[in-house]
């Protein structure tokens, strides 16, 4: 008689829950301040955002109130999530959805909107400051671990001017902006030189390409902000998003036929940046494709996330959502 398999012991969920939500909760918040944007450009009252708001909101306590009761409960998991190069940037996410959540709500609730950005902001500067001094730390990092997700600490930075700029944080915002473009221009030679030598991220990991439009789409919106113009600069930024969009949206069928995993997330906030970015600068300037462009992507965008949210949901429910996240390329060996 033969004697029954063991079963597999049940999934912590909780000590399984992934960094890997916040993007999906900056993807959010990306398309308030597209639908903000387009909403602006139109004329009409920024209270018609509010429902994309709330939905943002939902989706930063959703993933706040799971990740810090990881951090209460299995201090050692969050720690491992800490010291794993993939996840590693992640964390900078949470500062950055932060900030988000302030930006989107100056319109709406200006006094509020402020303490949100500020919180934020803190966050974004220690954190951030974290991640690089983990780089060039005792800890050695491969060609082969390096992916576009790295470039999530510097968008944070970039972020940080669109909402300090309208609150009047001028100093700051300047000091964030130059930290962003610093840290986005080192990096983007070594991605690409990772792409070029090593090929492509794995294959649940590939989405994560798109976010190789958000910078300098995050940075012409920043620009705007500081500067309060349109100008040269504002556009050249606007210029190679639309040139790393080009390159992306080759890809994105293939993308989106993969298997569903958090990385597709980091499909969503590059192109709302990239909406954002067209629609404020058309209307500013009065070009018409541009504002055409910024509406289609913010509608693509919106299709593309309900699909996300159900896909997400289905993972929630069957456990998807907290399998062992997919592994970092191995170091190369000599």
Same mark, same amino acid.
């Given at each position: 008689?033969?004697?029954?398999?063991?079963?597999?012991?049940?999934?912590?969920?909780?000590?399984?829950?992934? %960094?890997?939500?916040?993007?999906?909760?900056?993807?959010?918040?990306?398309?308030?301040?597209?639908?903000?944007? +387009?909403?602006?450009?139109?004329?009409? +009252?920024?209270?018609?955002?509010?429902?994309?708001?709330?939905?943002?909101?939902? $989706?930063?306590?959703?993933?706040?109130?799971?990740? $810090?009761?990881?951090? /209460?409960?299995?201090?050692?998991?969050?720690?491992?999530?800490?010291?794993?190069?993939?996840?590693?940037?992640?964390?900078?996410?949470?500062?950055?959805?932060?900030?988000?959540?302030?930006?989107?709500?100056?319109?709406?609730?200006? $006094?509020?909107?402020?303490?949100?950005?500020?919180?934020?902001?803190?966050?974004?500067?220690?954190?951030?400051?974290?991640?690089? +001094?983990?780089?060039?730390?005792?800890?050695?990092?491969?060609?082969?671990?390096?992916?576009?997700?790295?470039? %999530?600490?510097?968008?944070?930075? %970039?972020?940080?001017?669109?909402?300090?700029?309208?609150?009047?944080?001028?100093?700051?915002?300047?000091?964030?902006?130059?930290?962003? =473009?610093?840290?986005?221009?080192?990096?983007?030679? =070594?991605?690409?030189?990772?792409?070029?030598?090593?090929?492509?991220?794995?294959?649940?990991?590939?989405?994560?390409?798109?976010?190789?439009?958000?910078?300098?789409?995050?940075?012409?919106?920043?620009?705007?902000?500081?500067?309060?113009?349109?100008?040269?600069?504002?556009?050249?930024?606007?210029?190679?998003?639309?040139?790393?969009?080009?390159?992306?949206?080759?890809?994105?069928?293939?993308?989106?036929?993969?298997?569903?995993?958090?990385?597709?997330?980091?499909?969503?906030?590059?192109?709302?940046? =990239?909406?954002?970015?067209?629609?404020?600068?058309? +209307?500013?300037?009065?070009?018409?494709?541009?504002?055409? /462009?910024?509406?289609?992507?913010?509608?693509?965008?919106?299709?593309?996330?309900?699909?996300? =949210?159900?896909?997400? $949901?289905?993972?929630?429910?069957?456990?998807? /959502?907290?399998?062992?996240?997919?592994?970092?390329?191995?170091?190369?060996?000599?």
């Amino acid at each position: 008689m033969t004697e029954p398999t063991p079963s597999a012991p049940p999934v912590d969920r909780l000590a399984r829950w992934p %960094i890997g939500l916040f993007p999906a909760v900056m993807g959010l918040f990306g398309l308030s301040l597209a639908v903000q944007a +387009s909403l602006a450009g139109m004329g009409a +009252s920024p209270a018609l955002s509010w429902p994309f708001v709330l939905l943002g909101l939902a $989706g930063l306590l959703g993933a706040l109130g799971g990740y $810090g009761r990881k951090f /209460l409960r299995h201090r050692a998991a969050v720690v491992a999530d800490w010291n794993t190069p993939l996840q590693l940037v992640f964390f900078p996410a949470i500062a950055i959805a932060t900030m988000l959540a302030g930006t989107a709500l100056i319109p709406l609730l200006p $006094g509020l909107a402020r303490w949100i950005w500020i919180l934020g902001a803190v966050a974004q500067a220690g954190l951030s400051l974290g991640v690089l +001094s983990a780089w060039t730390g005792a800890r050695e990092f491969q060609l082969a671990q390096v992916s576009p997700a790295w470039f %999530i600490p510097a968008v944070g930075n %970039i972020v940080a001017p669109i909402g300090g700029g309208q609150l009047g944080y001028e100093m700051i915002s300047w000091v964030f902006f130059a930290a962003g =473009l610093a840290f986005w221009l080192m990096l983007l030679p =070594l991605v690409f030189l990772r792409l070029l030598t090593l090929g492509p991220p794995p294959a649940p990991l590939r989405p994560t390409l798109a976010i190789l439009v958000a910078p300098p789409s995050v940075g012409a919106a920043a620009w705007m902000s500081v500067t309060g113009a349109v100008d040269t600069v504002a556009l050249i930024l606007l210029g190679m998003g639309l040139s790393f969009a080009l390159l992306v949206a080759v890809r994105m069928p293939i993308y989106l036929k993969q298997p569903f995993g958090l990385p597709h997330w980091g499909l969503t906030f590059p192109w709302a940046a =990239l909406a954002a970015a067209c629609l404020r600068i058309g +209307s500013r300037l009065e070009i018409p494709a541009l504002v055409w /462009l910024g509406n289609g992507l913010t509608l693509a965008l919106a299709g593309l996330i309900v699909w996300l =949210l159900v896909q997400t $949901g289905r993972a929630l429910h069957d456990g998807r /959502l907290f399998a062992a996240p997919p592994p970092a390329p191995a170091p190369a060996t000599t």
